[in-house]
RNA sequence: GGCGCUAUCGUCUAGUCUGGUUAGGACGCGGGGCUUUCAAUCCCGUAACAUGGGUUCAAAUCCCAUUAGCGCCA
């Protein structure tokens, strides 16, 4: 009746993310909602967005909204979910556990799953002594033949118990839309606990069950979630479910190629945000973590990447992340942005996560404009301009009088030379006071001085130093214009008091 | 310990299905041009088919084994 496949013909396909509210929104769960989100629009059915928040322990309303903006600063979105209802609601675990009991006592009824009153402690003896006879470790099936009576008596008694799932004794096999046919003997796997008791249901169970009822026609998910998997099927055969489709996706992984964490120094997509990162440049970057197109091209917006993206497509094996690619990315899109629209976005950036916002406001946004304009070739995120261009900002200065030294000059040199700048500047009028004419003015006083003809850096080193305060910027002609001409003879004023 | 997944430059990858490529692209890295510095940009370069067996005139590609890495369970 729920055949995947007459229901994507006449709808599309349905794909969902589930992610749990324990921790912030991280790259890997951003790059599965993605490739999620992707699938669902290129082939016109729908993304969901459902969170198992079963574990209240753990589970925190702020991680819950974290992974909302996350998903939606990456221009991600769902189109049922708790935030926003559907029709299969309610999108949240913690909200359903009326149904999942339901279901729990269906299969306890039929026989298909019992209560077990092992201890902790019995477990792990039986564990240990299974491994030491070289037997795979699963449970042993004690409890499976309980009477009844017992059962209900130890069920009274407040006995402490779990609900198992009885695991048919027979191989499961499976095909991955990546990864072609799976097989897994379910023998080697035994009864799993499917649930502490009746209201408190566990994963392996509850998915199902919410895969099930909303309507799920493909499961994209980590490749974490392989093994996982013949477990699912044998809990939906029990109920008589039908079975969705999987495509298990490669693995994000850190420099050591193992699972990508927090130990690799990992962050939350928000953090990424504060970096001044550009959403267009991670989905760009993440999409191409497992995924690559039949041609050669990188660059990719969004609309483009549901245009080309394809699970046949998607690579087997894990992919390290790379910041370095990542900031070549963003820095092909902080370029291709216009400087309006870059003004705007770096104005908002600063003002919400620079400590420096309060200085920000007595600069109009031309002045703003004028210094990214001439900053962006040198920065890879947002962050960088911070770092690179406070000295356009900065009334005071902070630097050593021997950096406005060029080669072998001497002090006297130097101070000679500041003020044969400090000459040429001031004979040009305010209007005109523009990088170009800056540089051809600087130019010819250089040509016809013998000292500076040879080594222009004698007087454009100093000059450029005393505007900056820094040993790596933007030319002094530029860094001139933006300062304005009573700034720039200011600066170099005190650079030659420094000496 | 058991089971599962994976294997092309340092990294992301194309090529593998359908055997014949100087094994391609990108990031990074190195060198050079431009240049007052740092960038940007242009040019050049660096670097890979995990190993061992087969099959074949021919193997990155097909088959088998091994090794390694990772994941899950406990």
Redesign the pocket.
Known sequence: MDDPKTSQSLFGPRARIAPSPTGYLHIGTARTALFNFLFARKHGGQFILRIEDTDPKRSKKEYEENIYEGLKWLGIMWDEGPDIGGDYGPYRQSERVDIYEKYLRQLLDENKAYYCFCTPEE??AQ?RDM?SR?????YSGKCRHLPPETVKQYLAQGKHSVIRFKMPPKEVKFH?L????????LN???D??IARNLREPLYNFSVVIDDYLMKITHIIR???????TPKQIAIQEALGLPRPIYA?L??I?G?????L?KRHGAMPVTEYRKMGYLPEAIVNFIA???????S?R?IFNMEELIKEFSLK?V????????V??L??FN??YL?HLSLDKLTKIVREYLQKYSDKAELLKEYSDEYLRKVIEIEL???NKLSDLIVLSDFFFEKNLRYSPDLLV?RDMTLAEVKQSLQDSAKVLQQINQKDFLRSNI?VKLFEFIEKSPQYRG???RL??P??VAL?G?????????IAEILGKKETLRRIEVALKKI
Do not use: C, Y
């Open positions: 477990l792990e564990r491994i070289g037997l795979p470790p699963k991955d990546i990864r072609g046919e799976i097989k897994v003997d080697l796997i035994g799993i606990v980590g490749e974490d979630h392989i093994s996982n298990h490669p693995m992984l420099p050591d190629r193992s699972k964490s191409l973590l497992g995924w690559h197109p039949a050669d990188e497509r690579q087997k094996s894990g992919a390290v992340f790379n370095n690619k900031n070549w820095s092909q370029r070739t040198r920065i060029w540089q080594d222009k850096g454009l080193w000059l450029r900056s820094k040993k790596a910027s933007p030319s002094p002609f530029e």
